[in-house]
């Protein structure tokens, strides 16, 4: 048994900000798992034409004036759209904090290709005369782009950067904000991930040239994880940022309280560009269950990473089996199935799908699995109906990424 | 090009640019920047836009001359005449 750690130490999520391809908002989310709807549509791609991709539909006007979209980036009004829902969700009100002690922390898992990629093709119309890049070009491809928006928007003179971390950006966003309030920098923290690789043709191409890209004549049933007829990755736009602060300082304010971050972890495969390790992702899961103080058949839900190609999905079965084999308690879903790869995002935004679950004890499905492939075999495995369980007390939710990234971050049911 | 369509045209480019201003009550003759919210960003956009548009190439060592609608009329007049 762990010591009781004081108040101070215990990071806690007391607000939810997100855009999904098939919800902009936590409860609009949520609904659409459990009903088993789909964000995957058609969407034309420069150069590509069409192909399969999940579009987010928020309003950017709801936060930021026409010349404020006109000068940013894509996703930096996902963050703003975010940053302001996950502020508003904690019942905060903005003018009355002290925004030097807001710190903000944006998983990506790159930045800086839409924009570079509309200008080429803006210089082709003048013969590559490179006197016709945008002025506006070097502050939209800065790394830290999509988290210095939220700042400008909301006035936050704390900390802002982002966390280049493919496609594990926003487990990895969330974890750099719950350091920062552990280490007494912010009071505050706005963490999470973001994605606006859809708007750039340069990931579809680059999937499709690995024989990744997902395909099928129905787009809702082209990511299809662990099917035994998968095809690949329906790449994705979304967001999701949370509002995280320490334990202490949301119970003086009667925050609403989502979960207690408890563990979490990052690792190295130190393998490969794009093949994932099974040895090393199991690792990453236990490091997280170590630094919770839990063991594997504590775990409930584990929310896969798994995004529908054949080495990944079998790879992180393994993984899976190798820690969790003999627990048949613990439930396992897949939420790309429905929004595809939000890539920054999708830990972040995948999380937050689950997180009701501590209140309504139901584990949402991973849909579209009609022959499970012999290579994913996972007791537990939700498949395409929702599951209603008797008690949900920890979420361990996976996200890895390119160059062997592995991040776990666990979150418990909230009781002091 | 006339002057009143070279106005025009500047009061279309102006508009893209700051798309939450109301530019009814524009005044020719009054500094643009003190009349809306348009900084030095945006009034680069100007240039942008004339060059994207037109092929004209304003040095910085004019930009003084776009300061007010009417200037920048009388400015691009003589560039814009035979377009």
């Known amino acids: 048994m762990m010591a009781r750690k004081p108040n101070e130490a215990r990071i806690v999520i007391t607000g939810v900000g997100l855009t999904a391809p098939n919800g902009n908002n936590l409860a609009e989310f949520r609904e659409s798992l459990l009903a088993g709807k789909s964000g995957i549509q058609k969407f034309n791609v420069r150069y590509m034409g069409e192909v399969l991709a999940g579009v987010c539909h928020f309003d950017p006007l709801k936060y930021q004036k026409k010349k404020e979209l006109r000068r940013g980036t894509r996703a930096g009004s996902v963050a703003i759209y975010c940053a302001q829902e996950a502020i508003a969700d904690a019942k905060l009100d903005l003018a009355c904090l002290d925004k030097s002690r807001i710190g903000v922390y944006v998983g990506i898992t790159e930045h800086g290709n839409v924009d570079t990629e509309k200008q080429i093709y803006e210089i082709k119309q003048f013969d590559y005369n490179t006197t016709f890049v945008s002025h506006h070009y070097n502050p939209r491809i800065v790394a830290n782009n999509p988290a210095g928006e939220v700042t400008l928007n909301m006035g936050i003179t704390g900390p802002h950067y982002t966390l280049g971390a493919a496609c594990a950006g926003g487990n990895i966003g969330l974890i750099q904000g719950l350091q920062m309030l552990l280490l007494g920098e912010v009071d505050l923290a706005l963490a999470g991930g973001v994605s606006e690789t859809i708007h750039a043709f340069g990931a579809f191409a680059s999937f499709r040239s690995e024989g990744a890209l997902a395909s099928h004549a129905d787009p809702e049933k082209a990511c299809r994880p662990f099917d035994k007829n998968r095809n690949g990755v329906v790449v994705s736009e979304g967001g999701c940022i949370y509002l995280v602060e320490r334990l202490g300082d949301a119970l003086k304010r009667g925050a609403r309280i989502y979960g207690e971050i408890v563990g979490y972890a990052i690792n190295s495969d130190a393998f490969d560009f794009v093949l994932p390790n099974a040895q090393r992702q199991a690792e990453c899961m236990k490091l997280a269950l170590n630094k919770a103080g839990i063991s594997a058949g504590d775990i409930d839900i584990i929310n896969t990473h798994a995004t529908g190609t054949r080495e990944g999905d079998a790879a992180e079965c393994q993984a899976i089996r190798e820690v969790f084999g003999n627990h048949i308690n613990v439930y396992i879903n897949n939420t790309k199935s429905y929004i595809g790869h939000t890539m920054g995002a999708a830990a972040a935004l995948e999380l937050a799908g689950n997180l009701p679950s501590f209140e309504d004890h139901i584990v949402h499905p991973t849909i579209n699995l009609d022959h499970l492939d012999p290579e994913c075999p996972l007791n537990n495995l939700v498949i395409n109906e929702p599951r209603k369980v008797d008690k949900v007390n920890y979420i361990l939710n996976n996200s890895f990424g390119m160059l062997g990234l592995n991040s776990v971050v666990i979150i418990k049911r909230f009781g002091e | ?83």
Request: avoid cysteine.
């Open chain 2, 1 to 83: 090009m006339t002057k009143e369509e070279i106005k025009s045209v500047l009061m279309e480019i102006v508009a893209q640019i700051i798309p939450d201003e109301d530019l009814t009550n524009l005044k020719g003759d009054i500094p643009i920047r003190e009349q809306v919210e348009l900084d030095s960003m945006d009034f680069l956009d100007i240039i942008m836009e004339l060059r994207k548009r037109y092929g004209i190439e304003v040095p910085e060592d004019d930009y003084m001359q776009l300061a007010t609608i009417d200037s920048s009329v009388a400015y691009l007049e003589p560039r814009m005449r035979d377009l």
